[in-house]
């Protein structure tokens, strides 16, 4: 008796998880026996074996003969794109660049302002941030890619690493010149992530991206990043309103902006060619 | 009592009948022993569910095929699109009205692979590469067709010559495709490519830019509705 309350529905279901192939599912014999028994479980794998055999050989041929023609026409060989680590790779090290040129402009007032510890803190949560969003986007770029972090948990994580960090790195003091201080730097941070988006986004462009939306927000992110990292040495407010209101708005503004223009852009990838026309 | 039915009323709510020694056998040797081995196959009979071949295509030599596109070659490019067009058919005739909608996805998920044919890597599975790129190929249609919908002005109407209707469609897989319109699409597709296109839980995860445990918790909320749906007509 204890094997007949071994397997029930829910359990059937997990060994439905298997790939069947052509002699069907290797299901166990407590399942088979429940199969037997339970004509709803009977029906339901009927269903998924028998019937989810689709025709197979339904392609027209002159479909098929029309895309092999298509691809011959512009068939020339191409270098694989690299590995996910190496596009990361890429990835963070244009930020770099862009960072120290862009710096270079700059007056790096807020580094003498900033103690040790808000140094070291902030750098590890923007260090941790550039990983996170350059592997997200290497993903991205390749399709079919494994992604243990999804995209939009990526750009969460980034979010919340740099709140957490200045909530807890950075003292509350009254506002000085809230808001004028703070729409300069937010100006500024614009101003630095335009630039910085172009770019990734021209490195980004070399892979397939699917969906643009996610693809633009994550741009967006990490040119947010950017501007978060140069307004960190050059803002000389170093205090937790103005961090988390203006340079967190700086990131937050990126992001949505980019996810916009994304979808803007998946709007308008909607093709309408066609290799044949049959009639 | 339903074993009865389905011997003597010549179908199981609606599904095909079978002969008597399919039904023993599936409870005798278990599933594998009779769907694949004696119940169809002495048939012979495609049309009534006959999987003589696995609707996956053979990947072992899909990745040197697809090095070999990748390098120029035309005869790999011709095999490649010969192996791998019926599972995307497959795939989008599912969730088409027309069949000509689904060569249509078919032939624009074949330009997008050919402009994102150096994204692939040899060492990574082909399958989920391509589906990735097959299911937004099927998003994007889906859009297009509701806009396109949403400007057309009907003047006529005219008749229904949807892929459920397709002449050579077997009544079974008629009723599995008219199911399957009734989960939500996240469940829709996840079922799809696990059992019409026979890819492992990993490789539909990759393909959906999601995890494993979330698939599983799809295809298990698909399987449960899809109980409910067979149930409620008539089983």
Request: proline fraction near 5%.
């Amino acid at each position: 008796m204890a094997t007949e309350l071994k397997t029930d529905c829910r359990s059937l279901d997990a060994e439905f998880d298997g790939q069947w192939g052509r002699k069907g599912a290797n299901l166990s014999a407590d399942a088979t026996r429940h199969i037997g028994e339970c004509p709803r479980c009977l029906a339901l794998y009927q269903s998924l074996y028998v019937e989810a055999s689709l025709p197979e050989q339904r392609v027209s041929p002159v479909v098929q003969r029309g895309i092999t023609e298509e691809i011959r026409k512009s068939l020339t060989p191409v270098t694989p794109l690299g590995s996910t680590p190496v596009l990361a790779a890429q990835l963070a090290a244009a930020f770099l660049v862009i960072s120290v040129v862009l710096a270079s402009t700059m007056k790096l007032v807020g580094i003498p302002v900033m103690s040790g510890t808000q140094m070291v803190g902030m750098s590890a949560v923007l260090a941790l941030g550039l990983i996170v969003i350059s592997r997200s986007l290497a993903w991205q770029m390749t399709p079919g890619s494994r992604q243990t972090i999804p995209a939009w948990t990526a750009v969460a994580v980034l979010g919340m690493g740099l709140l957490i960090g200045m909530l807890v790195l950075f003292p509350v003091r009254t506002p000085q010149a809230f808001l004028a201080r703070g729409l300069h730097c937010l100006r500024v941070g614009v101003l630095v992530a335009v630039p910085s988006a172009a770019i990734f986004w021209w490195l980004a462009r070399r892979g397939a991206p699917l969906n643009l939306t996610t693809l633009g927000a994550t741009l967006g992110a990490l040119a947010g990043l950017v501007s978060v990292a140069l307004l960190q040495v050059a803002c000389d407010l170093q205090e937790m309103n103005h961090l988390v209101v203006w340079h967190g708005g700086v990131l937050l503004l990126t992001t949505l902006v980019g996810a916009c223009m994304g979808r803007f852009f998946g709007n308008r990838r909607i093709v309408d060619k066609k290799i044949i026309r049959k009639k | 009592m339903w074993t009865l039915r389905v011997c003597t009323v010549g179908g199981f709510g609606g599904y095909p009948a079978r002969d008597f020694t399919f039904w023993l056998e599936l409870f005798l040797f278990g599933p594998a022993m009779s769907m694949g081995q004696a119940g169809f196959s002495s048939s012979g009979d495609r049309a009534s569910g006959d999987r003589t071949s696995s609707n996956r295509p053979d990947e072992a030599d899909l990745p040197p095929l697809m090095v070999g596109y990748q390098q120029g070659d035309a005869a790999a490019v011709d095999q490649l699109v010969a192996r791998i067009s019926p599972s995307l058919w497959r795939f989008f005739l599912s969730n088409s009205k027309t069949p000509a909608d689904a060569e249509d996805l078919l032939q624009e998920c074949w330009i997008r692979i050919h402009k994102a044919r150096h994204t692939y890597r040899s060492s990574e599975p082909l399958l989920p590469w391509v589906f990735a790129i097959a299911r937004y190929t099927k998003l994007d249609g889906y859009r297009k067709r509701r806009r396109r919908e949403s400007k057309e002005t009907p003047v006529d109407v005219l008749p229904d010559v949807g892929a459920l209707d397709a002449p050579s469609t077997d009544e079974s897989q008629k009723r599995f495709l008219q199911l399957l319109q009734q989960l939500p699409e996240s469940q829709r597709e996840v079922i799809l490519m696990l059992k019409v296109s026979d890819m492992s839980l990993e490789e539909v995860a990759r393909a959906t830019s999601s995890t494993v445990g979330s698939i599983k918790q799809k295809a298990h909320r698909a399987y449960a509705k899809l109980r409910e749906l067979i149930e409620r007509e008539g089983v």
